[in-house]
């Protein structure tokens, strides 16, 4: 995936926080077309561009297509279906916490006072 | 959103200084989402974020097609609606943020 700063922005500061977190679980992803994709999502970047595993595909006409690995273009999607029992603002938070704890903080006696 | 432990969170600001403010009024409330497509969506909105991807719970969607009567040539307007649990809206399909319409306002 891209990680390009314009990416890192976009992974931090948009709705893609949610779906970053929301990696490994299932979903439902509505294309554009009218198209249904179900599986496990797998990677999602800054810009929402989403790579799937074990995916079902359902075309508009209704014909099913299974892969086993599937990238969806960010501008493809019109919506991505979560577990339902999931608490937005908590996972944004969980995850949030859970990047802090990898990234090394800075020091605090480096850190510049607020004026 | 990340913001360090250490500084000083800012109170968040509750004055409307620009339109997207407006949509945070509506924060965890119901709203009505106009789509593209003929589409709308009616649920609670959790999140969302400057382009307008949405974060909605209990959600039903509505999709209002027109079929035209062979014989009549009338307009017959049909309504397919269902709703999903929890659901990320991208926002390049929305058209307008909004209060549920209230019958009679």
Known sequence: MAASSREKFYANNTLAVLLIAMENNNV???????????????????FGNLNLINATIINVRGTKIKVDEIYIKASSVRYVQLPSK????????????????????MPAKYKKEKT | MA????????????????????????????????????????GRLHAYDQHLN??????????????????????????????IPMLFVRGDGVILVSPPLRAGA
């Open chain 1, 86 to 105: 999931i608490n937005p603002i908590e996972e944004i938070e969980k995850h949030i916490s859970r990047s802090k704890q990898r990234k090394p903080q």
């Open chain 2, 3 to 42: 913001d360090d432990e250490d500084q000083q969170q800012a109170p968040a600001s509750q004055t409307v200084e620009e339109p997207l403010d407006l949509i945070r009024l509506s924060l965890d409330e119901r709203v009505y989402v106009k789509m593209r497509n003929e589409r709308e969506l009616r």
């Open chain 2, 54 to 83: 949405m974060v909605l719970g209990e959600v039903e969607e509505t999709v209002t097609a027109v079929e035209i009567d062979e014989e009549t040539y009338e307009e017959i307007y049909k309504q397919t609606k269902r709703t």
């Open chain 1, 28 to 46: 439902r992803v509505e294309t554009k077309n009218e198209s249904l994709i179900k599986g496990r999502l797998i990677n999602c970047d800054g």
